[in-house]
Structure formats: C-alpha cells, structure tokens
C-alpha cells in the first residue's frame, strides 16, 4: 500500500543540549557532528515517514544526525512536505540555515507555508525559494518583520496560485505594493484570493480594500480587515454584488467606519 504524504506540521519544540549535539550553531551556518557508530540500519521502514510527521523539527534534526542513512530519510521525507509550519521557531535558535537543511530538496512540492513571527528570515535567500515554489495556496506571514515588500512582490509574481493570503500585523505593506499583488495581470498578481487577513495592515486605504473586492469579490469567502484605522465607508459602495461569495467579513476596530455601512 503507498504512503501518502499529506499536509504536514512542523513545530519546533526548544531546543536543548541534546539538539545542539546534532546541530550546532555557529557563526558559519550549521555544522553536523559526526554520526555516532555503529549506525542503525532503517533501510526498507515504509513507516518512518508516519513518525516523522508526529515529530518536532528538533527531533527531526536529533533522528537525521543519527546515522548518514537517518540523515538521507529525513531528506528524502522533507523533499515531500506539502505543508511546512514553523511558527514556533521564533523561541528557539531556529536559523535561516535550518530552514535551507529542511527545504533545500523540495522543489515545487510545498502548498502551504507558515512563518508567523519568525526573524531569521534572509529576504534575498527566501526570495529564491518562492521561485521554486509555484504550487504555493497558502501563506502566513503575519508578525513576519524580516519580509519587505519586494519580496511579496516576488511572492504575487511567482506563486500567483496562492489563495490563502494572512499578512497580520504587517504595518510595513505600502499600498502600492498590495496594488500591484491583487491584479489579474498574468504576470504579477494573485488570481484568485479566498481567504485574506490584513489586520493592523495600516496603510491600507479605502481604495486598496475597494479594488480588492473589485478584483477578488468572485472568489472571496474570507476576509479580515480589523484595525484598519483609514478604513471609511467608501469600499463598501456595492459590495453586496461585488462579493457574493463572502461568508466572513472582519472589520473590528475600523472605528471611522459608521453603523449605515455595517447595515
């Protein structure tokens, strides 16, 4: 019977002096010890992929520095994740070199990927991973301080199948740059949006939020707008026939936005 690879998750519980034994950090990137020996043998376990999706990256890391062999199955199961989450590595010392250890053999595999709060981000690194990734639906980067603009830029242009989009607490999007992610040109742009957070996206504006739902009100089920402070009643002219699909709609602490709109 084959195994399936689904949507899998990775936390990262952390880390200890036992995980600094298998990945040590030092200033030059991740530096492997040594496998210890004799080496156990995990050739022919078709259900090792089963635990691995039960496990931590930590202990992903503790299993891949066990033996060369364990080191090759670990590889072998990150080059098939369909779903990477590492929000947790924001309170470990979870580094951009850890990241490329995991995803380094992934090519065009990823759907869903989650990096919420994290600061090890190299932006001009990461930039060329969503090149390798144009099967992307959903991203979370919310409280991600480390990605710029020109880099969601490079997400609109190269994964334009993403329909899950949570930039929460993304003060630093420009307008402009949001503009240019939500057309329909065929080169730059999201297509078809379902499901959007821009929480405390602060320079966002009535007319950003109105071309949103301009675009994407065809296919938009989910959208969070609150604290959207610039936010009036001005996007909402006609939403009810430009959103049809809508099924919820966030706009908590829009507080210049009056009671006649809501209704």
């Known amino acids: 019977m084959p195994i399936e690879f689904g949507p899998v998750s990775l936390g990262v519980s952390p880390m200890s002096r036992a995980d600094r034994a298998i990945v040590q950090f030092g200033a030059e990137g991740v530096e492997e010890s040594p496998p210890p020996s004799p080496s156990p043998s995990f050739t022919g376990q078709p259900w090792l992929p089963l635990v691995f999706a039960y496990l931590g990256t930590a202990d992903l890391f503790r299993f ?24 947790d590595t924001a ?20 759907r869903s990927l989650s990096l919420v709060d994290v600061s090890w981000v190299d932006e001009d690194d990461f930039a060329c991973f969503l090149r390798r990734q ?16 020109a880099t969601l ?4 242009q190269t994964c334009p199948a993403v329909e899950r989009l949570h930039l929460r607490h993304c003060s630093w999007l420009s307008e402009a740059t949001f503009l240019q992610m939500i057309t329909h040109h065929p080169q730059c742009g999201l297509q078809q949006l379902v499901e959007v957070d821009l929480s405390s996206c602060w320079n966002l504006t009535d007319h ?20 959207l402070y ?15 699909c809508l099924t919820y709609l966030d706009i908590s602490s829009c507080w210049r936005m009056t009671d006649s709109a809501i209704e």
């Open 208 to 227: 950003s939020i109105g071309l949103l739902f301009t675009t994407h009100g065809s296919t938009l089920r989910r959208v969070t707008l609150a604290g």
């Open 64 to 87: 891949r520095g066990v033996s060369r062999e364990g080191r090759c199955q670990v590889d072998d199961y990150c080059r098939r994740l369909s779903r990477l989450e590492l929000s």
């Open 91 to 110: 309170k470990t010392r979870f580094s951009w070199a850890h990241f490329q250890l995991i995803t380094r053999h992934n090519n065009a595999c990823l």
């Open 230 to 244: 610039s936010l009036t009643d001005g996007w909402t002219v006609d939403i009810d026939s430009r959103a049809n």
């Open 134 to 149: 144009p099967r992307l639906h959903s991203v979370d980067l919310s409280r991600a301080y480390r990605i710029s603009n």
């Open 153 to 156: 830029l490079t997400l609109a």
